[in-house]
């Protein structure tokens, strides 16, 4: 079985000079670097509309890439009975309220066991569609909803929608730190120099845009309502890091825990023991595919945020924020 694809990007300045297969593997990240440089060698790369077949051909800020290619169906990921909270489901499309510890998309060291596998099984039709459905991801340990597409031509929709950023996606973070107002991160993101699992604020990069809000402030942290106005890789845990306020509990941007001074020993654990990014999907809310009716949906902040809450209350209330 094939697949018709068509992919288009734009060279940013980070990627200036820089090999038009290196560049095309940060533009595409969800296609490998054997891929990449098929499409180049086979003449299916424009840029500015000039084919280039040269993976060492050098590239410049701005220029405009285009991909138009035809691939064999990647290795069919497996049907797998994982057991998903559905929350709504339709002809259409589907609500899925993700737990934390599922990753979203087969890959490396992750070749089953994903929600893609759990879509297969509970619906085998949307095999049909192209990754299963999955319009846009949550981390492997950030929690909450996800939209999914049944058809080619939801997806179709809701991908058209997410570019247009007519899809609102709400979350709540608890942070480091006491922040005394909200505002907006807008930094450019992209993959990091020398780290490339992870993503960092590069000059450069591309345009990224969170807007947060303050929704509880404890002694020395911070619950947050944050809206993502894009959505690139680790957006949130990026943003919320580069302006030193990293979220409880991440592994990869968040160091290790900060207790505050005189922190009972108890509390001192439980943001030890908080081995997750505290980081929620809450709200979203969208425009039917079919209908156009819009709706919205809410997901419960899960049980270890929600005691994790508890005890930072509890720590606020022994030691009272004195406010100068």
């Given amino acids: 079985m094939t697949q018709e694809i068509n992919l288009k990007s734009e060279i940013t300045a980070i990627q200036t000079g820089q090999r038009l297969d290196q560049a095309l593997a940060s533009l595409f990240p969800d296609y490998s670097r054997t891929r990449i440089k098929e499409w180049i060698l086979s003449g299916a790369i424009t840029v500015d509309g000039i084919t280039v077949d040269k993976p ?7 220029q ?8 064999e169906e990647e290795v069919r990921a497996k049907a797998q009975d994982i057991a998903l909270n559905i929350i709504y489901e ?15 998309h087969p890959g490396a060291g992750n070749p089953d066991g994903t929600l893609m596998n759990a879509l297969l099984h509970h619906c085998p039709d949307i095999e049909h569609v192209p990754r299963a459905g999955i319009v846009h991801r949550l981390d492997k340990d950030t929690t909450g909803l996800m939209v999914v597409a049944k058809t080619v031509e939801a997806q179709t929709h809701l991908v058209a ?5 007519d899809i609102v996606r709400e979350y709540e973070a608890i942070v480091l730190g006491t922040m005394t107002a909200g505002g907006l991160v ?10 490339r699992t992870q993503m960092a604020v590069i000059h450069g990069g591309r345009p990224s845009v969170t807007h947060y809000r303050v929704a509880e402030k404890f002694r020395a942290h911070t619950r947050l309502r944050l809206r993502l106005e894009t959505g690139r890789t680790h957006q949130i845990r990026v943003h919320m890091a580069h302006i030193g306020h990293e979220l409880v509990g991440d592994p990869v941007y968040g160091g290790r825990p900060r207790p505050p001074k005189s922190a009972s020993p108890e509390f001192f654990e439980l943001l030890k023991g908080f081995n997750r990014q505290a980081l929620h999907a809450v709200r979203l809310e969208l425009a039917h595919p079919f209908t156009c009716e819009i709706m ?10 929600v005691e994790l809450t508890k005890a930072l209350r509890i720590d606020t209330e022994l030691h009272p924020i004195v406010y100068l």
């Fill in 296 to 305: 919205t949906w809410h997901a419960p902040v899960p049980d270890d945020m």
């Fill in 90 to 104: 339709d002809d259409h499309i589907l609500v899925v309220n993700k737990q934390a510890g599922l990753v979203v």
């Fill in 64 to 71: 405009q890439i285009e991909v138009t290619a035809t691939i």
């Fill in 186 to 195: 807008d930094e450019p993101i992209d993959r990091h120099a020398t780290r």
């Fill in 161 to 165: 929608a997410l570019q247009a950023r």
């Fill in 56 to 62: 060492r051909e050098k590239v410049f800020e701005t």
